[in-house]
Every structure is written in structure tokens, then in C-alpha cells.
């Protein structure tokens, strides 16, 4: 079974800079793949970025990029020139590569991010 | 073009009751999965559908039922409802088509909160 750790509750940030989202996860797949999603106090799910296993260049969109560590199973998220609306709950999450039914996501706990004017 | 839309926004039903949400997925994806959300955790994998019938399913007992319909959407049935079931349960859709492969970006709806008094 897959495992997804974000051990950090909570994490401020001042309008326009910078800040990193960390998440580890736990598997024995060699091919996957990694998500960061965002969930705004209006409930909506939304997808930020994601990250094949099999690419080694790390994902960006935008302001978002991550970290990807294969060997490390770590995957962080970071957030250049942070806005008032990036407040939101942060939620990296799994997905075994989808052959069939394999298509379920595993999350991890979440982090609040609070970005300060 | 309408994204994944769940209705009743909010319930609230009292122990021993069943319940039955519903969702239409994205114009188009013909796959929806179903996520439970308890307060400051993340969403926890109940079951998936695809061509009418349950594909994958977590760790949640037999009272957590579905059904999907010709047209895609879905509905979540929960029987002898308990306190801990009350949480804000995510509709997502994703497309799989005809080869049995799939685009494995899922699309969230805005949930339905569940108050189970």
C-alpha cells in the first residue's frame, strides 16, 4: 500500500515571496504519479501541478514547481511570489499509472498555507 | 462548459438515517470516483466507477454503497448512518475511454457537507 507524509500542519508566508511545501511518500511501484492539489476555504478541489515518475525534469506551472526525488520519495512544492490567493489548504497526492483500475488517489494530510499581505 | 457538479451542497441527517448524494462529472469523462473528507484531513478513497459497475473500492464498509448511470453520473448511498460518518464527501471524474488506459487527471467537485447528528 502506498503511504503520502506532509508533517508540516501549517506554514505562513509573506505576500510575494517565497515558500516550500514538503511531502514524502512510501511505495514499491517504479512507475507513478505525484500530484499537488489546492483546496480554497470554497471547498473546490483543484489540481496545481503534477509530476510523472518516469520524467526526471521537475514540473513547473507558472509560479508552482516541485522537487522531485525519486530515490529520496520525496516530492516538495514550491511557491515563487506568493499571492494573497494561494491561501489554501495543500494536499500532495498519489497515484499508482493508471492500467485498469489503478487510478485511485492517495492523500496526504494536508498543509495549511497562509500567505500574509 | 459545466465541471463536476454534486448536489445537495449540505445534509444533515441524524444517526440510524441513509443518505444518497449525487454527482455529474465533467462533459466528457466517463469515470467518477468517490473521496470521503473529514474535517483537516485529507480525502480518503471510497470507490470508483466505470461502465455502470464499481471498479476499485477502500476501506469502508459494505453500508457505503454506489451506482453509476448510463449518462456517467453517480450517486453515493450510506445505510444505518453513524456520527463518524460526517465529513464533506468528494465527486471526481476522470476520462478512461474504449483502450483501458487513462488520462489520470481527476476533476473535483465542490462536495457535499455531511452532518450526521
Known amino acids: 500500500a502506498q503511504t503520502v507524509t506532509q508533517s508540516q500542519p501549517e506554514m505562513s508566508v509573506q505576500e510575494a515571496e517565497t515558500v516550500t511545501l514538503s511531502c514524502t511518500y512510501d511505495?514499491?511501484?517504479?512507475?507513478?504519479?505525484l500530484f499537488w492539489y489546492k483546496q480554497p476555504p470554497s471547498r473546490q478541489m483543484i489540481l496545481v501541478i503534477r509530476q510523472e515518475a518516469y520524467k526526471q525534469q521537475n514540473a513547473t506551472e507558472n509560479r508552482f514547481s516541485v522537487n522531485f526525488q525519486k530515490a529520496a520519495k520525496s516530492f516538495s512544492l514550491k511557491i515563487s511570489d506568493s499571492q494573497l490567493g494561494d491561501t489554501a489548504m495543500y494536499f500532495c497526492?498519489?497515484?499508482?499509472?493508471?492500467?485498469?483500475?489503478?487510478?485511485?488517489?492517495?492523500f496526504g494530510k494536508g498543509i495549511t498555507l497562509s500567505v500574509r499581505p | 462548459d459545466a465541471g463536476v457538479t454534486q448536489s445537495p451542497t449540505h445534509l444533515i441527517k441524524t444517526r440510524g438515517q441513509q443518505v444518497t448524494l449525487r454527482c455529474s462529472p465533467k462533459?466528457?469523462?466517463?469515470?467518477v470516483s468517490w473521496y470521503q473528507q473529514a474535517l483537516g484531513q485529507g480525502p480518503q478513497f471510497i470507490f470508483q466507477y466505470y461502465e455502470e459497475e464499481e471498479r476499485q473500492r477502500g476501506n469502508f464498509p459494505d453500508r457505503f454503497s454506489g451506482h453509476q448511470f448510463p449518462n456517467y453520473s453517480s450517486e453515493l448511498n450510506v445505510n444505518a448512518l453513524l456520527l463518524g460518518d460526517s465529513a464533506l464527501y468528494l465527486c471526481?471524474?476522470?476520462?478512461?475511454?474504449?483502450?483501458?488506459?487513462?488520462?489520470?487527471?481527476?476533476?473535483f467537485g465542490p462536495g457535499t457537507r455531511l452532518t450526521v447528528l
Open positions: 497526492a498519489f497515484m499508482k499509472t493508471p492500467t485498469g483500475a489503478n487510478s485511485k488517489l492517495t
Open positions: 471526481a471524474s476522470s476520462f478512461r475511454g474504449l483502450a483501458g488506459g487513462m488520462r489520470n487527471e481527476q476533476f
Open positions: 462533459s466528457g469523462h466517463d469515470t
Open positions: 511505495t514499491s511501484e517504479n512507475n507513478y504519479y
